[in-house]
């Protein structure tokens, strides 16, 4: 009766190795699945534009205009972490930096589809308006950029990507109406806010607070004007899989050179990225680093680097990530639409 002790003791002892090994195993098995908070970023790709838009009018390029984008993957399990933390070329953030503090990531989903949407419709607006062509542009909401923080409303239900159609029993189509409904209300007035939040409808009663400077009353969040943009040629994006607006210079470029028939490419592969607004201002970037690199894979001759004088923040890091990783795109400098399509009809045709 007394030697069941000793008996496990020999037992473990015998077999102390296919328990460590079936030890470390469970240990591996729970790391592999446990997600942690963070996001990775790295190289994405770098592909054809003009696969992607269709425009209703034909034209053969001997090169490519490519679009550039940047790799990223959420709650990652910790085996991915640290060969992020020691990969030179990628990145790891916090969920909160990586989203901006949006409310959840699913709001985070809605905000970077609304920004792709909205650099379509840019795009449009860009390249009619360079090309001189007449484009029909209708304001359709508002659209919640970011909550303040001492806005109310995200404790009551609204969501960054939120698009704002109705106030009250009001229809609102543009930031001015909405400003213009809440003019006379006072701090702690509630009001009710509906439209689209992705595919699906939402409603939300959303307290009223004081804004800084001007002391005006208001929701407290950054807004932009929702437009619905309809060319009279049949254009069509298929950018559906990708998100964010930095497409949005490659896909006005892409545009010009369908509607005029005129091969801007001459012949080479013209990578890049960039904001496009609806005046053709090129905006800047977040990853232009992950860009060239997928550039460079490619094979890019060109990059149109997005460059802004009083901050010039992309330019500067496009030039160390060439010269740090011995990358072969030669570097251009874009603040408008204008330039980007100067300097491609400029370019020698490619022997």
Request: zero cysteines; hydrophobic letters at 40%; glycine letters at 8%.
């Amino acid at each position: 009766m007394n030697t069941a002790k000793p008996n496990n003791k020999r037992w473990i002892r015998r077999n102390w190795l296919p328990l460590l090994i079936g030890f470390l195993f469970l240990l591996f098995v729970v790391a592999y699945l446990k997600p942690w908070p963070y996001m990775l970023y790295g190289p994405g790709s770098a592909e054809s534009v003009h696969t992607r838009v269709e425009t209703g009018h034909k034209l053969e390029e001997k090169g490519a205009l490519l679009f550039t984008t940047v790799s990223t993957y959420s709650n990652p399990n910790i085996f991915d972490i640290i060969y992020a933390r020691i990969n030179p070329k990628m990145e790891v953030k916090s969920v909160e930096a990586a989203t901006g503090g949006a409310t959840n990531m699913k709001a985070y989903r809605n905000l970077l589809a609304w920004m792709r949407d909205s650099s379509e419709e840019n795009a449009l607006l860009a390249a009619y308006t360079a090309m001189n062509k007449p484009i029909d542009v209708k304001e359709k909401g508002v659209i919640v950029y970011a909550l303040l923080p001492e806005s109310k409303a995200r404790e009551s239900g609204l969501q960054e990507g939120d698009i704002i159609t109705q106030v009250d029993s009001t229809p609102i189509s543009n930031a001015k109406e909405l400003s213009g409904y809440l003019t006379g209300k006072k701090a702690g007035d509630k009001v009710t806010v509906s439209g689209t939040r992705g595919e699906e409808k939402f409603e939300a009663t959303v307290p009223l607070i004081t804004m800084n400077p001007g002391s005006r009353t208001g929701i407290g969040f950054q807004n932009e004007t929702v437009l619905k943009v309809t060319p009279p040629d049949p254009v069509k994006f298929d950018f559906a899989d990708t998100g964010g607006p930095s497409a949005g210079l490659m896909m006005t470029l892409e545009i010009i050179a369908q509607l005029t028939g005129e091969d801007l490419t001459r012949g080479y592969q013209i990578a890049g990225t960039g904001t496009i607004s609806a005046e053709g201002a090129v905006g800047q970037i977040g990853g232009i680093n992950y860009k060239l690199i997928a550039a460079d894979r490619e094979k890019a001759d060109y990059f149109l680097v997005p460059y802004n004088k009083n901050d010039p923040s992309n330019w500067v890091l496009a030039e160390k990530t060439v010269k740090d990783l011995k990358l072969s795109p030669k570097l251009v400098q874009v603040s408008t639409l204008k330039e980007a399509v100067d300097f491609l009809k400029k370019l020698e045709p490619k022997k």
